[in-house]
């Protein structure tokens, strides 16, 4: 069974920065496009960030863009997000999620087939 497990969340001020990890066990990352998501109280989960297998190849949120880095260390198993000049508004559960097998990145949830357990990410003004 793969599993993902989010951690680096907490609190900071405005302007300040975070790395996320994601951490996966049961199948080798290096198999897998991977995403971040995001989902603030009362809102749908979206799309931040997403890369391919090899790394690659990047996708982001225009709302992070120039702010967060996705990246991955295969030989770690594991899926980063660093996200700098964070605002308030980044406020959410940040998840990772992995794709199918062999497959491309995506933006929608829907295409994701595990997800993390989440990490809160608060951003005070």
């Known amino acids: 069974q793969v599993q993902l497990v989010e951690s680096g969340g907490g609190l900071v001020q405005a302007g300040g920065s975070l790395r996320l990890s994601c951490a996966v066990s049961g199948r080798a990352v290096s198999n897998y496009a991977m995403g971040w998501f995001h989902q603030a109280p009362g809102k749908e989960r979206e799309f931040v960030a997403a890369?391919?297998?090899?790394?690659?190849?990047?996708n982001y949120a225009d709302s992070v863009k120039g702010r967060f880095t996705i990246s991955r260390d295969n030989a770690k198993n594991t899926v980063y997000l660093q996200m700098n000049s964070l605002t308030p508004e980044d406020t959410a559960v940040y998840y990772c999620?992995?794709?199918?097998?062999?497959?491309?990145?995506?933006?929608?949830?829907?295409?994701?087939?595990?997800w993390g357990q989440g990490t809160q990410v608060t951003v005070s003004s």
């Open positions: 999620a992995k794709r199918p097998g062999g497959l491309g990145i995506r933006v929608r949830p829907r295409e994701y087939d595990h």
């Open positions: 890369i391919s297998r090899s790394g690659g190849i990047t």
